[in-house]
């Protein structure tokens, strides 16, 4: 039985080819096609959060989509991803649909979690994706358990675990690093380190470089260039051969940038238009991969059409959300516990 899962892990590799320099101009055509989503998505859900459609809490990841996509375009299909509350980028990284992401994201009945988990708090066990977690740290110890799962069932799989530089600092993450550590768990750590945890600057609330927080536990790491797709993938790729290997957890801190506010209500005024517009302007990832597309022959006009079919899919992702009714009252005793028979 053992061996059928082996076949068919290797049958289902992922669309694109795993080595950094293999990448031909339609392999990094469709990595291109699926950062843009992510951009564009985040963008048409912080228009909806300003018109009042999106309630509650709303985490932006546009600036970090080299990340998602780099990583995700390395996975086995066997491999469960889970993270934080900036997950909506994970949820299209993973494959699932634009169009229950944002009823989700709206409240309505349409969405992953029936218009009741919101922004936060979105699953789907079809594509692995064991959601996004409003308690800071919380990805961490229960992609600690998804490690320790896939290594009783022996599966081959493994477990991406996804944090913010804010996270690392609490306390179950040492906990988590250590029983991972112990056991040698199949679990890849990603410490998405954005400069900021919600306002305060790492150089204030984290000392160190946060992927040698494994170092005392034996756990390997490495910090990498998080607005380069090229070198997330090359690291993510040696860090999950190391994990499946046998060699237990490995951690990747991944220097990446926001540039929204900490959430939609944070303006965020505790950094310089200077600094946000070095970002955009010279390490944009997106704007990285186009230039590289470029550079192979791709033509100016495809990717723009390419962008604009990004737009359209959004659009309509949006105005599915809009057309979706809300949960009707009774659905409040619904979907809070699952009976054992």
Known sequence: MQIIKQIESLLRRSRVPKQKNDLSLEDLHKLYREMLLIRRFEERA???????????????????????????????PQDSVVTAYRDHG?????????????????????GYSRGKGGSMHMFSREKNFYGGHGIVGASTSIGTGLGFAHKYNGDGGVAVAYMGDGASNQGQVAESYNMAALWKLPVLY??????????????????????????????PGGQVDGMDLLAVREAAQKALDHIRAGNGPHILEMMTYRYRGHSMSDPAKYRTKEELASYKDEKDPIDKVKSLLLEKGANEEDLKALDKDVKDIVAEAAQFAQDSPEPDPSELWTDVLVGVE
């Open 46 to 76: 912080g228009q909806l959060y300003g018109m009042g459609l999106i309630g509650g809490f709303c985490h932006l990841y546009i600036g970090q989509e080299a990340v998602v996509t780099g990583i995700q375009s390395v996975q086995e």
């Open 90 to 110: 994970h949820m299209l990284a993973c494959g699932m649909d634009p169009k229950g992401v944002m009823a989700e994201l709206t409240g309505r009945i349409d």
């Open 190 to 219: 990603i410490v998405e380190n954005n400069r900021y945890g919600m306002g305060t600057s790492t150089e204030r609330h984290a000392a160190g470089d946060l992927y040698k927080r494994g170092v005392g536990y034996g756990i």
